[in-house]
């Protein structure tokens, strides 16, 4: 007879219903939902063991590409310690294994169900033995739950008439020693194909966890160490560095927060690096021979003779006796043995030639063409000793870093912002294709030539929402709030068409939710309890929020009264994409983007909720209605600069509203009375702010911005802006294991 485990488990003062996912502290039932709750769920049911991050990706992050789900785990995690009262330093329930997972050290035990939600009546709980605490995951015998199975019987003095005779005693042992050598075998066997499966996952790691950044992952031939740049604010510990990537040793080789960009030598003896003057760039060699460190070994400058690089990205021959860099004319190859050097490659006007990397089998060079206005770059390929050049992929966006070959040479590996935010993506390198995305956070990717580890530099900003006074253009911008956000997702701010309030996205809880505040970023207030919500956008009366929310079998779309209650379930999550919603201006339809039939279109449903209705055909994304309602205004791709078009609200052609009308991201513009207010590329560094007039179809710049916004929303008389800026930054080394 099989025992049922129980649904509801208890610990200090919470009770946890792991049937209606409820968490009750003394009878009160506590807000926590989603991804927190999923994982105290995992946490109790296996008090005292560890949990690994990677048991919990599988687990609550399942897909099949690889994602950066750190930043998604750390917010839960934060998140369910502050519904549990809980402390980093001093657990009380969740223990922190650096690096490794989670344990859950309370007492935990079944709660008998009286009928009422809060009524509790916890029966003796069991505390594991610290000893069982430590055994491996792969051993480790579940854990006892206080309330199941029986006590054992009490000890009987003399032989009673129901005794078993000894012969039927032994007879028993025999065969449960039979029965434990089977279940052994197969748990031997059970457990080694478990280790070949696991070890043919991906698995993802930080591989530098300094307090500093670093940057410009290169893998060493032989895949073992990894070689980095490192910027600290003190000079002696900035510089290039190289780390073991089994043991964690970390090396220094130089001392100088101006070098960067390293690149091993075929024979691993030698890396080459550039190090960056005020005027100019120079490229460097400098030894590597972990057996014999001590102090940091010399550097050498290399002669480049007359022709300067220009950047700083660099790559070896595959015979090692030449270095690849930038020139202004081109792609150069320098010899190492009379410092010649060799045009590869012919920029035209206005571009430039970078990020070369050669192919596993020396055969090939791929390299980056950019536009010297950028917001647009092209990969190539071509024959190492010159001829046709291959085209790759084109982005209207930038690449972040040089592009890597696959092991096999058929695949290409770049980051792009094209998702409008730095991320991995995968393209033919034979065929042209459309790229895919493999992961949403990486920059600078690095393979090692054997093809199954894979290291990326993700970076980490601290979001705040700034606000700008367009009728003061000698004003500076101020922070309005601070520190809403510490990943790419966030804030994207919304003023209420009454102008009284703010809607913004923030992970301050602990897990990504809507929050709306006084227009002077006063009295703020969660509105949502859901994880992983965001594009908020106002109903016409500022009474109502329409948003989005990203849930494992896809995004699903919700609209929730500002004066709270229980969100109302628009479009459920499905395999397709479900997000970007915006009321129309009489406020009877949601408008969103999904890929329900193919790739992004715009659609729309009744603010109550029905069945969705196609609106374009030829692509859409992110659509906001006319101030007259009579049009939708929508971008026409989800990637950085893209066009905006228009259609008429009940249907008819798809036309482009205006060339002039480029904002940098498919979320940096807004429609108010006076037109569409957007940031855009001014071609003179700063991005500028412009005022696209509906009428006479021209752009008024009304302000300068530091750098490119992601969000930007305008009050509707267009008399100031929200957007959205970081303030700190941090970087480091990511590494993904069994990379396929």
């Known amino acids: 007879m099989s025992v049922i485990p129980p649904t509801r488990l208890g610990f200090g003062p919470f009770e946890a219903d792991l049937h209606t996912h409820e968490l009750w502290k003394h009878g009160t039932r506590l807000k926590l939902s989603g991804q927190p709750f999923e994982i105290l769920a995992i946490l109790i049911s296996s008090p005292g063991q560890l949990v690994t991050r990677e048991q919990f990706r599988a687990q609550l992050w399942p897909s099949d590409t690889f994602v950066d789900f750190d930043h998604g785990l750390n917010a839960a995690i934060n998140k369910l310690r502050d519904a549990l009262s809980d402390s980093v330093d001093a657990p009380r329930y969740i223990e922190t294994l650096p690096r490794r997972g989670y344990r859950f050290v309370a007492v935990v035990g079944a709660v008998r169900d009286s009928g009422s939600a809060g009524a509790t009546d916890t029966e003796s709980p069991v505390r594991l033995p610290a000893a069982e605490r430590t055994l491996n995951d792969e051993t480790r015998l579940p854990p006892r739950i206080a309330g199941l199975g029986s006590p054992p019987p009490a000890p009987v003095s003399g032989r009673s008439r129901f005794s078993p005779h000894p012969y039927f005693i032994a007879a028993t042992v025999a065969m449960t020693l039979l029965l434990a050598a089977t279940l052994l075998l197969q748990k031997v066997s059970l457990t080694a194909n478990r280790h070949d499966a696991f070890t043919s996952v991906q698995r993802i790691r930080p591989l530098t966890d300094l307090a500093d950044e670093t940057s410009e992952p290169a893998f060493s031939p032989d895949g073992s160490y990894i070689a980095f740049d490192r910027y600290s604010s003190r000079r002696e510990s900035s510089g290039i560095f190289v780390q073991s990537v089994a043991s964690g040793e970390l090396f220094q080789l130089t001392n100088s927060p101006d070098d960067g960009f390293p690149a091993w030598s075929p024979d691993s003896g030698s890396i080459a690096f550039t190090r960056a003057h005020e005027r100019a760039t120079s490229i460097y060699l400098v030894p590597f021979t972990p057996t014999a460190f001590g102090a940091a070994p010399a550097a050498r400058r290399l002669d480049t003779g007359p022709v300067l690089p220009i950047r700083r990205e660099i790559t070896w021959s595959a015979d090692g006796k030449s270095l690849i860099f930038s020139a202004a004319s081109g792609l150069v190859l320098l010899s190492l043995q009379n410092c010649s050097a060799r045009r590869l490659t012919d920029a035209p006007p206005s571009t430039q030639d970078w990020g070369p990397v050669v192919s596993p089998d020396g055969r090939r060079l791929l390299f980056v063409r950019g536009q010297d206005a950028g917001f647009h770059d092209e990969i190539f390929s071509m024959p190492i000793s010159g001829g046709e050049l291959t085209p790759i992929s084109s982005d209207l966006a930038n690449i972040l870093g040089p592009a890597q070959w696959s092991r096999d040479s058929q695949s290409i590996i770049f980051s792009s ?52 006074d367009l009728t003061k253009p000698d004003k500076e911008a101020r922070i309005l709030i601070a520190a809403t956000s510490e990943t790419d997702q966030g804030p994207g701010p919304q003023i209420s068409p009454d102008g009284k309030k703010i809607a913004y996205m923030s992970d301050r809880s602990g897990a990504m939710e809507i929050w709306i505040s006084d227009r002077d970023g006063s009295s703020r207030q969660q509105l949502t309890s859901l994880g992983n919500a965001g594009s908020p956008r106002w109903s016409p009366n500022s009474q109502s929020i329409v948003f989005d929310v990203a849930q494992r079998n896809g995004p699903a779309i919700y609209s929730v009264r500002v004066t709270g209650g229980s969100p109302l379930l628009l479009i459920a999550s499905d395999t397709h994409a479900n997000v970007c919603p915006s009321f129309s201006r009489d406020g009877r339809w949601v408008y969103f983007a999904t890929t329900r039939s193919g790739n992004f279109q715009v659609w729309k449903v009744a603010a109550e909720g029905g069945t969705p209705v196609q609106l374009t055909h030829d692509g859409g994304h992110a659509a906001i209605a006319s101030s007259d309602g009579k049009f939708i205004y929508y971008a026409k791709t989800q990637y950085a600069n893209p066009e905006i078009w228009e259609i008429p609200t009940n249907g008819g052609p798809e036309k482009l509203v205006s060339p002039l009308l480029n904002p940098v991201t498919w979320a940096a513009w807004s429609v108010t009375k006076r037109g569409i207010v957007f940031a855009h590329p001014s071609g003179h560094g700063r991005p500028a702010v412009g005022l696209f007039d509906l009428t006479a179809r021209r752009v008024t710049n009304l302000a300068s911005l530091q750098i490119p916004p992601f969000w930007l929303t305008a009050s509707p008389d267009a008399r100031s802006i929200l957007f959205d800026q970081p303030g700190w930054r941090q970087s480091q080394i990511m590494l993904v294991e069994n990379f396929h």
């Open 417 to 468: 912002d094209r998702g409008s935010h730095p991320g991995l993506w995968r393209v033919s390198a034979t065929t042209r294709e459309t790229p895919v995305e493999i992961n949403d956070t990486g920059a600078y990717p690095a393979l090692s030539r054997a093809g199954d580890r894979l290291a990326y530099e993700r970076i980490t900003r601290n979001l705040h929402i700034w606000e700008r």
